[in-house]
């Protein structure tokens, strides 16, 4: 952590220490946050999803965040959203307080509902990109061995047909909501956006290739169970599991946590993205080093988030190219 800011975190490496990171008004990301030491808290049923959908649809109209997909797992919560006003950190600090309060209360959970590890935020800085994340949030289910196919996955989630023009809704939550406050409505709504690399009369194009490398991704992880001589443990099964007990299967260490990402063969587009992140790391560790040094006329380089928000710090117009 650089200067009390959270919002640093590794790309392209795990380097020793961490790294501002860049917040940008318009910018797609892939959300990714774990629930403590994989307990099955969000485990697929009508309450926990009544909840993550209902607060999912308030935080984002508190926030303007558009949401193009979702797929709450029983152990992690994956979302691709557009950031409209350059908010995220606020967004995420409210939406997961709010579902950490409402599933202790649920659950009748007292400890941290929360993984300590940083949340995941990956920009998707192309198309290509913004189809294989949306892809492999859809595929969580099937790669866990837990349904065949995404669309028999029971808990809260977005499919294909529903990309740009679907509609979430839940009623409020009987818990930790209070009915009176009228920050909480009787109902929320959420509409789908397209992702702002998506045209309008692309749309139906872009659900298709969702769709095929959906079909990729369900089709290699049927194959590895296969393989591993395991079967699939159904949706009925998964909603049946005790939301206490813990996934204890080994998980390979998570050696970084990417800052960007420009989908397969992209090879281009990966240099001129990791030659930006690089610049505006050395622009935001130069002003920083002013600023600590005393000099409060530092400029520190556009993106940057906490010293803007919480120490009024002067921040440039113009997003560094390279």
Same mark, same amino acid.
């Given at each position: ?23 940008? =008004? ?43 997909? @979702? ?7 994956? @979302? ?54 949306? =892809? ?18 029971? #808990? ?9 023009? #679907? ?20 109902? =929320? ?44 443990? #159904? ?33 281009? =587009?990966?240099?001129?993205a990791g030659a930006a992140v690089r610049a ?31 120490? #009024? ?10």
């Amino acid at each position: 952590m650089i200067d009390g800011n959270p919002w640093h975190g590794a790309c392209l490496s795990a380097p020793a220490m961490s790294q501002p990171r860049e917040i940008v =008004a318009g910018a797609t990301y892939l959300i990714t946050r774990r629930v403590l030491r994989r307990h099955l808290l969000f485990r697929p049923d009508a309450a926990i999803t009544r909840l993550l959908v209902y607060v999912l649809a308030v935080s984002t109209r508190r926030f303007d965040i558009e949401v193009h997909a @979702l797929c709450a797992m029983s152990t992690h919560l994956h @979302l691709v959203v557009t950031d409209s006003r350059g908010v995220l950190p606020r967004f995420l600090q409210f939406f997961h307080r709010i579902v950490a309060l409402g599933t202790k209360v649920l659950r009748g959970w007292e400890g941290p509902v929360w993984d300590h590890e940083a949340t995941s935020v990956v920009r998707l800085l192309t198309r290509a990109a913004v189809v294989e994340k949306i =892809a492999y949030v859809m595929a969580n289910p099937v790669a866990a061995g837990l349904v065949q196919h995404a669309r028999e996955w029971p #808990g809260a989630k977005v499919d294909v047909d529903e990309l740009g023009r #679907g509609v979430l809704r839940a009623a409020r939550p009987s818990v930790y909501l209070d009915p009176e406050n009228p920050q909480w409505p009787e109902e =929320a709504t959420v509409s789908l956006a397209l992702p702002p690399a998506i045209e309008q009369d692309s749309a139906e194009g872009f659900r298709q290739d969702v769709s095929a490398e959906l079909e990729r991704l369900e089709a290699r992880a049927r194959a590895e169970v296969q393989r591993r001589g395991l079967r699939f443990l #159904g949706a009925e099964g998964a909603g049946k599991v005790s939301p206490y007990e813990r996934v204890t299967s080994f998980e390979p260490l998570r050696d970084g946590n990417p800052t960007f990402a420009v989908g397969r063969e992209q090879g281009d =587009a990966w240099r001129i993205a990791g030659a930006a992140v690089r610049a505006f790391r050395a622009s935001y560790r130069a002003a920083l080093e002013r600023w600590r040094a005393g000099v409060r006329s530092a400029v520190f380089p556009a993106g940057t988030w906490w010293m803007r928000t919480f120490h #009024g710090a002067s921040v440039a117009d113009v997003v560094l190219t390279v």
